[in-house]
């Protein structure tokens, strides 16, 4: 049920990874003749589609979607250069607090993979805290300005795992993400600890950096993304897997833990088949083990779990932090706030308000 590219998204995906440009920007015009930009272009896309820009200038000169595709990358390099500035501040927080910690996601890929600033884009800053530094951390980086996204979220909501990681924004400032627990719909049953326990410090731009190491990255992000509606993590574990050896036998410790035989079984599958991932001995171990009641349950429930949180989140709505079931009285007081908010609402902004929150709510994997 994770969501995986389609076989014309594949293209693209192939076209990133091909260190032949010439075969690659065939998959990529191909990619581009099926695709319709006058719809709805799914997220994974957007994002890669900077990294194509990168790889394919000089082919692009003539392209019709250059100036798109240029106009990605420059935001990119934009929004990433401002993240990498405010960095500095939250490392010095973080040490100063001796708190067990390490960045990942974007800014750990940037350090080992993508040393060219435009080609991935950031939205946020992802890091991993020790459970026991959570609290303490969180109010360290408040006194940097920033606040918490949704404040009706009390601290018991991310310690008993009914989300994964806190939010923090600031008026000017890219956002924080402070796992608590590493991965969506995993809470219980794993902890950070399994990866702190192997980071490492980088230079990257002047920062001393505490990251997860490389074989750890690549596991966490098969992890994170097992469901969550987003695919463009593939293009980062097989660039991760060329230039680090990544021992997918590690894996097995986890999903011992979670019981999500079948969803990393589908990943590898995907990856062997499109990013040429050795990964055949894994792929036997995985197609050997009977399907969990957990990995059974966690996909049926996926769906009550995003609609349950999606709203939460979008409204604010109070009790949905402790509620375990999406009850009338609930539904009833998200409808309201919704209804009161739309009165609210400006009459030429009111149709792109409504339009943004159906899709939001619809928008589930």
């Not at 792929?283 to 999606?310: E, G, H, M, V």
Request: aromatic residues 12%.
């Amino acid at each position: 049920m994770h969501c995986l590219p389609n076989s014309t998204e594949q293209l693209l995906v192939k076209a990133i990874l091909d260190p032949n440009t010439e075969s690659g920007y065939k998959n990529f015009l191909t990619w581009q003749t099926a695709t319709d930009f006058r719809g709805v272009v799914p997220k994974s896309v957007i994002r890669l589609l900077p990294m194509i820009w990168h790889k394919y200038k000089a082919q692009l000169i003539t392209n019709p979607q250059k100036d798109r595709l240029g106009g990605l990358y420059k935001k990119s390099f934009y929004n990433n250069s401002r993240l990498f500035q405010q960095l500095k501040s939250i490392v010095n927080v973080l040490e100063q607090g001796h708190f067990t910690y390490a960045f990942t996601k974007g800014i750990a890929l940037h350090t080992y993979v993508y040393q060219d600033l435009g080609s991935r884009p950031m939205n946020d800053i992802d890091i991993l805290i020790a459970p026991g530094d959570f609290k303490p951390a969180l109010d360290a980086l408040q006194q940097l300005g920033y606040t918490l996204k949704y404040p009706r979220l009390s601290v018991d909501t991310y310690i008993r795992g009914y989300m994964h990681a806190c939010t923090l924004t600031h008026e000017t400032l890219k956002d924080i993400d402070l796992h608590y627990y590493p991965a969506p719909y995993h809470t219980q049953h794993l902890t950070n600890d399994i990866f702190l326990n192997d980071t490492q410090t980088h230079a990257f731009r002047g920062l001393s950096l505490r990251l997860l190491s490389p074989p750890k990255l690549a596991l966490f992000l098969m992890l994170n993304y097992q469901f969550i509606n987003e695919w463009h993590w593939i293009v980062d574990v097989a660039f991760l897997t060329r230039k680090y050896p990544v021992p997918l036998a590690d894996l097995r410790l986890i999903t011992q833990q979670t019981g999500l035989y079948q969803v990393t079984l589908q990943q590898l599958l995907f990856l062997s088949m499109v990013c040429n991932l050795n990964a055949s001995e894994e792929i036997s171990f995985y197609q050997s083990q009977p399907t969990s009641l957990t990995n059974r349950w966690l996909i049926r429930s996926k769906r009550f779990c995003d609609a349950r949180w999606r709203l939460g989140v979008l409204t604010n709505a109070s009790g949905l932090s402790t509620e375990h079931t999406l009850t009338m009285p609930i539904v009833y007081a998200i409808l309201r706030w919704y209804y009161r908010s739309l009165r609210r609402t400006q009459p030429n902004e009111l149709v792109g308000k409504a339009n943004r929150f159906i899709r939001d709510i619809l928008s589930l994997s």
